[in-house]
């Protein structure tokens, strides 16, 4: 679960395929590589991997906002980004802009939360361009970024403008631009447009089904009541969103009134946390990030 893609550059006088990604903090890229068959891949067709959290990063003026952008991501020519059409506990779509999180290094997905996700994503996007978008909203979960609830969609789309493609998949997925700024905030730093109004949309093969897109279900919103969240990260968020929806109704009752989450908690004293940066509470979910099965023991046998 992260972002990057496909990049396409030219040398030597042939065309060289690489497949960059980076996984979020906590998690190994390489793993993900050898699970979802990349490294097969690789083998077969020449295709080189190149792991973000193990490269090199610059760092760039990213219209005013500086951050370090992984170096093997800058050196291509034509890059092609593959978001998968999705939603996310804390900023409830990600696809295109967001998925450019794979190209930085772990020290700057954590700052990108410090920073509270909207704003640095919109900024990177000014520098780390996309040449090409294919989306696969195929089989995305429209509640949780790491999956769980797949809602069967059968749709690839394709497109040039980061902006005006999440622009299309907020509204496909019931959200306004409002509901998630950094579309917004990228619009207006230039690095696309939101007017779908002004898009021209084609359709290859329309769909049998006429009917209205799927939608989230509103499940992760519901639960995030439970979590007073202070810049955590993705994996720890996640990880605590899916061990609460496998709580009994009569358990999420009994929870305290917040579960503290985040890096602004570091150093700081509470009832009950989850992750290390909530270590000083008098109750903490150890790890980092934990897994959800550990936040699900944790609460049961000790806050419960």
Same mark, same amino acid.
């Given at each position: ?5 496909? $990049? ?8 060289? &395929? ?7 903090? #906590? ?13 097969? &891949? ?9 792991? =973000? ?25 034509? !890059?092609? *980004? ?6 996310? #506990? ?15 290094? *772990? ?14 994503? /919109? ?10 978008? %294919? ?7 429209? @509640? ?12 690839? $789309? ?8 999440? =622009?299309? %998949? ?14 917004? !905030?990228?619009? @207006? ?8 109004? /002004? ?5 290859? *093969?329309?769909? /049998? ?57 570091? #150093? ?9 940066? =909530? ?15 550990? %936040? &699900? ?8």
């Amino acid at each position: 679960p992260s972002g990057g893609g496909f $990049f396409i550059y030219h040398g030597w006088g042939i065309f060289c &395929l690489t497949k960059a990604e980076g996984s979020w903090v #906590g998690d190994s890229t390489q793993r993900a590589f050898e699970n979802c068959g990349f490294t097969r &891949l690789a083998r077969e067709y020449g295709v080189a991997l190149v792991d =973000t959290q193990d490269d090199t990063a610059s760092r760039y003026d990213c219209a005013g906002l500086p951050i370090e952008i992984c170096d093997a991501a800058m050196a291509v020519d034509f !890059m092609i *980004n593959l978001p998968v059409m999705k939603g996310h #506990g804390q900023t409830y779509v990600t696809c295109a802009l967001k998925n450019n999180k794979g190209v930085i290094p *772990n020290t700057e997905k954590r700052r990108f939360h410090s920073l509270g996700l909207h704003k640095p994503i /919109a900024h990177l996007n000014t520098v780390c361009k996309n040449d090409f978008i %294919v989306v696969d909203a195929l089989c995305g979960d429209l @509640d949780y970024e790491e999956g769980g609830n797949p809602v069967v969609s059968n749709r690839l $789309f394709a497109a040039l403008d980061p902006v005006l493609c999440d =622009t299309f %998949v907020a509204n496909e997925m019931g959200y306004t631009v409002d509901e998630i700024p950094y579309i917004a !905030m990228a619009g @207006d730093l230039g690095a696309g447009s939101t007017d779908l109004s /002004a898009a021209h949309v084609r359709h290859l *093969n329309p769909a /049998a089904d006429a009917g209205a897109s799927p939608k989230p279900t509103g499940k992760a919103r519901s639960l995030a009541r439970y979590l007073r969240e202070g810049s955590a990260c993705s994996s720890c968020y996640a990880a605590a969103t899916r061990a609460l929806s496998r709580l009994g109704r009569g358990e999420l009752g009994a929870l305290p009134d917040t579960l503290c989450i985040g890096q602004d908690y570091k #150093g700081r004293s509470g009832a009950v946390g989850i992750g290390q940066c =909530t270590q000083g509470f008098a109750k903490s979910v150890p790890g980092c990030p934990p897994s959800a099965t550990a %936040v &699900l023991d944790y609460l049961r046998k000790e806050v419960l």
